[in-house]
């Protein structure tokens, strides 16, 4: 990464044509109140703002995927209930899915380096509290606040790429890099997770490294803000954080029935406030999101596509290891280092997708994904039910491509696809779809699995079709969509 970083500097005049058009309040008016550390260079340093945005990306991820492999034992000691284990996993997603697109607004109005060196802190402080958890509520409720830390620092991480990156093409390859380190927190947190003996050590060492991130941001990194400045709108977000948790919470409920009575006056909520917040949207001035950017046909493909490979992508394989340990007996660091296949090649592809620009379009490049992933995952089928972990290397790998081109080319279309002042609010837009529907495709996954007479190994067949059904009208709306470019 190194090679990279010292390749894409941006030429000193090039750096002060960025601080001009940002402003210098835009630069210079937030000093003293820009968080822990040191005041922001008076430059933008595009190679440590890479590097640290990145780290901070890995961490997250690392964080969010940490109970994949764990999920047996923690459960076990925490002594959850099988109709209350999807909280465990769905408690991060859920801080993620509400606050991403208000963490995305607020960065670009209030300083990106603010809210991304605050949301790293409290990462690191709320992971740590992870491991010290004793019962389902507390680490449930550590998980929440996770995912809402996290949202904070993935939001305005590439906002900060952005300012850093004022050329398109140093751009496209910076959130190449971003979207691999996405990848490679994936890849990483199995194997690390399965090698220690108490799942509380994962949280602690992860709260640590995110400690040091966030120290080091706050020396590094130069604020920037769009300029168009105005008041928060906490309306607006009240209305769509309220709307997002009840929708989430319906969805992880209703994997025990969908016509229960809780279940569909959290969805009736959630319609009302969505409702109510398009119309505070409509009026406010200075609105978290533009609703014209629905005419846009990359916006919406962006939305599209981090919908899809939440629910398709994460939503089976945040659940399928716990499968593999309980249908073929694997231990969790055998199950770590076996999706570590899958994961490893998604951030090799992700890092070396960048030289697709100019041959192969963004949506094309998602429309790919998900056709590999839909193809992997049907050649998945079967193999637990025969017990051989070897049959799903093909899968495996097939699968691993497709998600490195989609963890490429999102957060590329996520930015581009908005106007440059407002890219932390587009990767905000783009997010919260996508871990609403991890959110769903985790629920729907486990009531699937779980939920059929014939046995866990043939729930996860059909959880396996259902994935590839859903990539698949993943690939054909995001190449379907029409409206301005």
């Known amino acids: 990464m190194s090679g990279f970083i010292e390749r894409t500097k941006v030429p000193e005049r090039d750096a002060r044509a960025e601080r001009g058009a940002q402003g210098v309040r835009g630069v210079r008016g937030v000093r003293g109140v820009q968080g822990i550390g040191a005041e922001p260079a008076p430059a933008s340093r595009p190679g440590a703002t890479l590097a640290v945005t990145s780290a901070a990306t890995a961490l997250a991820l690392m964080t969010y995927t940490a109970p994949a492999v764990t999920l047996v034992d923690t459960a076990a000691e925490l002594h959850t209930a099988p109709s209350a284990q999807a909280w465990l996993l769905n408690g991060t997603p859920l801080g993620l899915a509400a606050v991403l697109l208000v963490a995305g607004s607020l960065a670009d109005d209030h300083g990106r380096r603010r809210v991304f060196v605050w949301g790293t802190l409290a990462l690191a402080l709320t992971t740590l509290l992870g491991g010290l958890a004793t019962t389902t509520l507390q680490f449930t409720l550590t998980r929440v606040a996770q995912g809402a830390s996290s949202a904070a620092l993935l939001a305005s991480s590439l906002g900060l790429l952005v300012h850093a990156f004022p050329s398109p093409r140093d ?49 590094v990194l130069t604020e920037s803000r769009s300029p168009r400045g105005g008041r928060p709108d906490l309306l607006g977000a009240s209305a769509f954080g309220a709307a997002t948790v009840a929708l989430i919470a319906a969805l992880t409920l209703g994997r025990d029935g969908w016509l229960r009575a809780p279940v569909g006056l959290l969805l009736l909520a959630s319609a009302v406030l969505l409702t109510a917040f398009v119309l505070v949207e409509r009026r406010t001035a200075t609105p978290m999101i533009d609703l014209g950017l629905l005419r846009r046909a990359d916006f919406v493909a962006s939305s599209l596509g981090g919908l899809v490979t939440g629910l398709a992508v994460i939503g089976l394989f945040t659940f399928l290891p716990t499968v593999l340990q309980r249908t073929l007996g694997m231990s969790p660091m055998a199950t770590a280092w076996l999706f570590l296949l899958w994961s490893g090649l998604s951030f090799v592809v992700a890092l070396q997708a960048r030289r697709l620009a100019g041959r192969v379009a963004p949506r094309t490049q998602l429309a790919l994904g998900f056709a590999l992933h839909a193809v992997g995952t049907l050649t998945l089928l079967g193999a637990v039910d025969a017990g051989s972990w070897r049959r799903m290397l093909p899968g495996l790998v097939l699968a691993g491509i497709g998600s490195g081109l989609l963890n490429a080319a999102l957060p590329h279309l996520a930015v581009e696809s908005v106007p440059t002042a407002r890219a932390a609010m587009g990767s905000g837009a783009q997010q919260t779809l996508r871990y609403v529907g991890s959110c769903a495709g985790v ?43």
């Open 171 to 219: 751009r496209l390859r910076a959130t190449g890099v971003w979207g691999a380190f996405v990848s490679a927190g994936i890849a990483v947190s199995p194997p690390l997770s399965g090698s220690l003996p108490d799942w509380r050590l994962v949280y602690w060492l992860l709260g640590a490294a995110t400690l040091l991130v966030a120290v080091v941001a706050s020396r």
């Open 443 to 485: 629920a729907l996954t486990i009531a699937i699995a779980t939920g059929t007479g014939g046995g866990l190994a043939h729930g996860a067949d059909l959880a396996m079709t259902v994935s590839a059904g859903l990539a698949t009208l993943g690939a054909v709306g995001v190449m379907a969509v029409r409206g301005r470019g």
